[in-house]
């Protein structure tokens, strides 16, 4: 009778067979990442060239050095595109930035820069000392930037509450487009925080236009300054305030005009 031998791997061999590729490929990865690491340091992955494109008018290449580049960390292949983007939003003047690598070592960015319409007072205190502006850009946004850089540019005042400005701006580019033919200008448009539109011209003149949706708005305003603008002219005078809060009618002021309520009429007794 013959015996046939078995024998049976350790726990431990076992484990070490099954674990060995785990390891080897561990391994690998760690030397690979290794070498990605040491390859991504080299000098010929350094930037060669920025590149600036876009709206550049009211920041010069000197202001975006100073402000940008500091906050760049990276080269070719290591830059934070998205962390590069906001660096060069983060300047003044600068809406948008598109940033992208091209190859061989050249960061090209593309700049859009605020167009300003109007100051903005987010307080819309009227007749009170304004505070620190804001401006407002083309797309009813508000941003912070050197009100220096516009003072020449005689912007209107556009005030209400917080997160009103775009509907601020709407209303006063309808009330501008029917004052323009007559030969007038809306100066300051403001939201009262009850809800409630006041407005006044470049003549001076400060027009009450009271609650309402834009349209009916534009329309009241549209009758009333048609007609009293008439009327100043006729009378060689101008408008010096009014108010269209009333259901049937307006309030009007004409400067240098008085109406005496205690005038006695002329008319003979009997």
Known sequence: MSEIPTSHPSSDLRWMVLTAP?????GSLLLTGSAAVWV????????RLIRIDGDVERNSLATLRANALPNLRGNF???????????????PWVRHARVQRVWPGQLRVTLEEHRPVAYWD??????????ERALLNSYGEVFQANLGDVEDEALPVLAGPQGTAPKVQQLWQQLQAVSQPLGERVVRLELTGRGSWRLAWEGGAQVELGRG????????????????????RRLQTQVASADLRHAEGYALKLAGVTVNPNLKSNKRKP
């Open 22 to 26: 785990l390891l080897a490929l561990v």
């Open 40 to 47: 991504a340091k080299r000098p010929v992955f350094d930037w």
């Open 77 to 91: 292949l290591t830059l934070d595109l998205q962390r590069a983007r906001q660096a060069f939003e983060a300047v």
């Open 122 to 131: 987010g307080r819309g205190d009227w007749g009170e000392a304004a505070p």
């Open 213 to 232: 949706e834009p349209q009916e708005l534009t329309t009241r305003y549209r009758r009333f300054a048609e007609h009293s603008l008439a009327v100043a």
